[in-house]
């Protein structure tokens, strides 16, 4: 009754492989390896030699279960491309008030002097996510977009200002750019 694919096949570029390891899909590539849990009692997913299969197990009639296999289509594609090219994210740091100090330590973000603060505030970068502060901003970069995504709004969360009137105390660190694939980087 419905045209809608029960089956879909994500093709791999050459250099990136994946496996099924117990309830995770595992994509590696030259920037890394991305690991994801795959929802087996609705989907089934099968690595073969440069594709991932995915089929649904619930009639593809229900919207939902297209939706899931739309959803893993588009998973299945950003860990393609974080393997191939890795993901950025760009903040800028915004001190209208107080000079404000970034620094990157072990895997957190240390913020000393936020809005004359004694004590220093830290925001913790997720595993697998590099930072790095150029000037007035700071680089987030890795092969899982969600994990970089993540690590971004952990270091915006942790700059939010209470108490205060957002009009008159914009210091901060903000997202100008969310995650994105790298370009121009021989990938």
Known sequence: ??????????PLPAGVTARLDHESLVVH????EVRR???????RVR??????HLALVAPSERKQARALLNTWERHVGNMVAGVTHGFEARMKVVAA???????????????????GEKYP???????????????????????????????AANIERTTKIRDYDPRVF???IYIIEK????????A
């Not at 690595?47 to 991932?52: K, N, P, Q, R």
Request: charged share 20%; no cysteine; hydrophobic share 40%.
């Open 179 to 186: 995650a994105r694939p790298r370009a121009g980087e021989g």
């Open 29 to 32: 590539g030259p920037h890394g």
């Open 170 to 172: 914009q210091d901060g």
């Open 37 to 43: 849990t795959v929802p087996l009692g609705a989907l």
């Open 97 to 115: 008030h107080f000079p404000m100090k970034v620094a990157v330590k072990d895997h957190s973000v240390v913020i000393e002097n936020f809005l």
């Open 121 to 151: 505030r830290t925001a913790s970068i997720l595993s697998g996510v590099e930072a790095k502060v150029d000037g007035e901003f700071l680089v987030l970069t890795g092969a899982d977009i969600e994990r970089v995504g993540q690590s």
């Open 47 to 52: 690595a073969a030699a440069g594709t991932v």
């Open 1 to 10: 009754m419905s045209s809608e694919p029960s089956e879909l096949d994500v």
